[in-house]
């Protein structure tokens, strides 16, 4: 069986041993192996720090922008193989599979076209040199260059490729290198796009290197300089973040991670209405979407008590004509969960939620559109209705990483807002409803509890990409248990790869350096 290589030290290299099977999460085969067992991550993180740094800190923002442009063009030109890669080792359907990739794709292209707004320079400042006293002749102004070390970055198995391009491409373009650690189980999109990219040659030796496998001892040989950008599960986010070495070195850390992300359905909304249609459109979206494996997803569905049981009627109507099986049927909507192991996690989760809510749709009893059912990591669309809202905790706490949400009603928008909250801090929550002063309301209450906030009704529907799409151009992340992290943003994602630094001087000198920089916003 083929086994994947580690890009390191400017070169691929077998790690030892068997290895860990990549499996096709459909019909349980193997399709290849990945080790990254004896690999010298001290000396993969000294190159990149030392031929990929210098080599990109060299190249203008214009100049990076282009590498991206170029890396956009090789991966675009490969998208059919990504496709059936995605189907293979993720269980993706053509949706799914677009959606990891054509995004990665979609955000690569975009920061190369931002990077080339800022033209030629190599600094930024912010604002203008200004005088620090009475006497002008000493002046300050903040100066940033890209971080001198490399950009670790840990990425979740549900999108190997825009986890992996969402922070590189930024990274890039900030000038520094970066070392991908996809998650091993769904690692061979990661690799097959590094390589394809390695083989065209479009990025300066050593501005990307590739860890498939296991994380090993790679953290223990991180430098002041390096920056680590993690996105998976809150309790290895917790073991990132509490490393000694990260601790010890101060080295910064950005972390993504898991969500109880929220829909909020306003008193305003009729059962029928366009609206209501909309609130259901959505959550039949985030359900079937990567069989709801999306940190994004919606998992908690408010509705005013007046309207949650028609609510759940139209749920359940709307969840069981999807079709579940085998991602290489055009009628299947949902295919499989990523690995076999997921799949048990989510039958216990969905059991852990069913002790303090009752489940209202169980697709699990409809069949599987698959030739060998029994092979494959199939979970069907479960929705559970909390038995009571005001006291029910395990839906605020337990974030069930598939096909699964829960419905909870609420008597006041206080009440709504509140229950949001309990979240402890959300990647997104959305809010239907046609009342501009309820929606006023709703975004002044949650935004303080999620990174992304969103208003959806009836005139947004041609535009709405998905309340679980993560847009380039806005921030993702979120406080509190999400991770308390920011990625993206458009330029102002670059801050996290830049060193700030004060700089006091003379005003001629200060001026001439002000105008060789370009800005960002903050
Ligand atoms: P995970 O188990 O936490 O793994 C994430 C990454 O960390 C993988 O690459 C994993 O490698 C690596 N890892 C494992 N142990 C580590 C350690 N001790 N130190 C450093 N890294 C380590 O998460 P997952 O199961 O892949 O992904 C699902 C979770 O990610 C869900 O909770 C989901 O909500 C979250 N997620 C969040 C976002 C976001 O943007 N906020 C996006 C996607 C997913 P191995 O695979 O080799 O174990």
């Known amino acids: 069986m083929k086994k994947l290589e580690n890009l390191v030290s400017g070169a691929w290299q077998a790690g030892a041993g068997d290895g860990q099977a990549l499996l096709d999460p459909t019909l349980g085969t193997e399709l290849a192996r990945v080790s990254a067992e004896g690999i010298d991550r001290a000396a993969a993180l000294d190159y990149a720090r030392r031929v990929g740094g210098a080599a990109l800190r060299g190249l203008s923002f214009a100049a990076r922008a282009k590498l991206l442009d170029a890396v956009a063009g090789v991966l675009t030109a490969r998208r059919a193989a990504y496709i059936e890669i995605a189907r293979a080792n993720s269980g993706n359907t053509d949706a799914d599979a677009s959606f990891d990739i054509d995004g990665a794709i979609g955000t690569v292209r975009y920061f190369a076209k931002l990077g080339a707004s800022l033209g030629e320079s190599t600094l930024v400042r912010e604002g203008e040199p200004f005088a620090l006293s009475k006497n002008p002749a000493l002046q300050g102004m903040h100066l940033a260059q890209p971080r001198q070390g490399v950009a670790i970055h840990i990425n979740a198995f549900n999108f190997p490729a825009w986890g992996l391009w969402e922070k590189a491409a930024v990274s890039l373009l900030a000038g520094v290198p970066v070392l991908a650690k996809p998650a091993a189980a769904t690692s061979w999109l990661t690799w097959q796009m590094v390589y394809d990219v390695t083989e065209a040659k479009v990025l300066p030796e050593g501005a990307l290197s590739l860890l498939v496998g296991g994380i090993g001892d790679l953290l223990s040989h991180v430098g002041d300089a390096d920056v680590v950008s993690f996105t998976g599960s809150a309790d290895t986010a917790a073991l990132v973040r509490g490393h000694r070495r990260v601790v010890e070195r101060n080295v910064r850390v950005n972390c993504e991670a898991d969500s109880l992300n929220a829909i909020v359905l306003g008193p305003d909304v009729a059962a029928g209405s366009a609206e209501f249609g909309v609130l259901v459109q959505e959550v039949v979206r985030e359900l079937s979407l990567k069989a709801g494996q999306k940190c994004t997803a919606i998992r908690r569905i408010l509705a005013p008590r007046a309207r949650a049981g028609e609510l759940i009627d139209a749920l359940r109507a709307a969840l069981g004509a999807l079709p579940v099986g085998d991602p290489r049927r055009p009628e299947v909507k949902v295919g499989p969960l990523v690995t076999h192991a997921q799949r048990d996690d989510i039958q216990r989760g969905i059991a852990t939620l069913a002790t303090e809510a009752e489940i209202v749709h169980d697709g699990r009893s409809a069949p599987i559109l698959a030739e060998r059912p029994e092979l494959g990591a199939f979970v069907a669309p479960v929705l559970l209705a909390a038995k009571d809202s005001a006291t029910a905790s395990l839906v605020h706490e337990v974030e069930v990483f598939g096909p699964v949400a829960t ?31 309820f929606a006023r309301e709703a975004i002044l209450a949650m935004a303080p509890y999620n990174g992304r906030v969103m208003v959806l009704d009836d005139s947004t529907k041609k535009a709405n990409p998905g309340h679980g799409a993560v847009l380039a151009s806005l921030i993702h992340g979120g406080p509190g248990r999400a991770g308390g992290g920011e990625e993206l943003g458009g330029l102002r994602g670059l801050w996290f790869y830049l060193q700030r630094a004060a700089i006091q001087g003379p005003e001629a000198l200060l001026r001439e350096l002000a105008a060789s920089a370009t800005t960002l916003p903050l």
Do not use: I, K, N
Request: charged share 15%; aromatic share 6%.
């Open 407 to 437: 419905v909870l009603s609420y008597d006041t928008p206080a009440e709504a807002f509140a229950l949001v909250a309990r979240g402890r801090g959300s990647l997104v929550s959305s809010v239907v409803s046609a009342d501009p002063a």
